[in-house]
T-cell receptor
Framework: RKEVEQDPGPFNVPEGATVAFNCTYSNSASQSFFWYRQDCRKEPKLLMSVYSSGNEDGRFTAQLNRASQYISLLIRDSKLSDSATYLCVVSQGGKLIFGQGTELSVKP | NAGVTQTPKFQVLKTGQSMTLQCAQDMNHEYMSWYRQDPGMGLRLIHYSVGAGITDQGEVPNGYNVSRSTTEDFPLRLLSAAPSQTSVYFC??????????????FGPGTRLTVL
C-alpha cells in the first residue's frame, strides 16, 4: 500500500463547478499535511497547509481527519486557471511523502 | 532572492556516464532535498539534508550520491547513469522542522534523459 494515496483522475469539470479531491495516508505518526499544486512540467508550489481544525483560503477548503487518516481539498467555483495537478503531501519522520497527484482540467 | 536554482535545465547522457546536477538556494534554509518525478509516480525522495555536513537517504537513493559542504549548495551526483534514471529531478529547500508546516520551495527542475 502506498504511504499517501490519491485518485489520479483526471477530473474534467466545467467552469463554475465544485470539485473535491481526497487523499489517505497510512502512517498515523504523520504530523503535518499540505496540498501542493503543480502546473504542467513546472515545479510544485504550496497551495495550502491543512490543519486539524480545517482551513479555508478563498475558494479552497482543506479538511483533515486524523482518526480516518484522510485529507480533502474542495475547490468551489472552478476557474480555467485551476487546471493543474494537485499533490497531497504528508510529513513523516523529517521527510515529506507525496501522493501521485490528482489531475484537474477545467473546461469552458 | 533567486530562490532555488537548478542547473542544467536539460541533459542527455549515455549509459555509464556520470554527471552532477547542481542545486543552490539563497534563503538560508537548513533543509534541502532531491526528488525525482516519473509519470504516475508522484515525487519520490532521493536524498535529503538537514544542514551542512549532514545527509541522509530517502526512498530511492541507489545510484545517486550527495554532499552538503555549505548551507547554500546541495549537488546530486549520478555515478554511472542508467536508462532507469531518465526522469525529472527537483531540488527543494525549507526551514526545519518540516512538522512545523514549513513550506518547501522547489527549483525549476532538471529534465534528464539517459540513452
Amino acid at each position: 500500500r502506498k504511504e499517501v494515496e490519491q485518485d489520479p483522475g483526471p477530473f474534467n469539470v466545467p467552469e463554475g463547478a465544485t470539485v473535491a479531491f481526497n487523499c489517505t495516508y497510512s502512517n498515523s505518526a504523520s504530523q503535518s499535511f499540505f496540498w501542493y499544486r503543480q502546473d504542467c512540467r513546472k515545479e510544485p508550489k504550496l497551495l495550502m497547509s491543512v490543519y486539524s481544525s480545517g482551513n479555508e483560503d478563498g475558494r479552497f477548503t482543506a479538511q483533515l481527519n486524523r482518526a480516518s487518516q484522510y485529507i480533502s481539498l474542495l475547490i468551489r467555483d472552478s476557474k480555467l486557471s485551476d487546471s493543474a495537478t494537485y499533490l497531497c503531501v504528508v510529513s513523516q519522520g523529517g521527510k515529506l511523502i507525496f501522493g501521485q497527484g490528482t489531475e484537474l482540467s477545467v473546461k469552458p | 532572492n533567486a530562490g532555488v536554482t537548478q542547473t542544467p535545465k536539460f541533459q542527455v547522457l549515455k549509459t555509464g556516464q556520470s554527471m552532477t546536477l547542481q542545486c543552490a538556494q539563497d534563503m538560508n534554509h537548513e533543509y534541502m532535498s532531491w526528488y525525482r518525478q516519473d509519470p504516475g509516480m508522484g515525487l519520490r525522495l532521493i536524498h535529503y539534508s538537514v544542514g551542512a555536513g549532514i545527509t541522509d537517504q530517502g526512498e530511492v537513493p541507489n545510484g545517486y550520491n550527495v554532499s552538503r559542504s555549505t548551507t547554500e549548495d546541495f549537488p546530486l551526483r549520478l555515478l554511472s547513469a542508467a536508462p532507469s534514471q531518465t526522469s525529472v529531478y527537483f531540488c527543494a529547500s525549507s526551514y526545519v522542522p518540516l512538522e512545523a508546516y514549513n513550506e518547501q520551495f522547489f527549483g525549476p527542475g532538471t529534465r534528464l534523459t539517459v540513452l
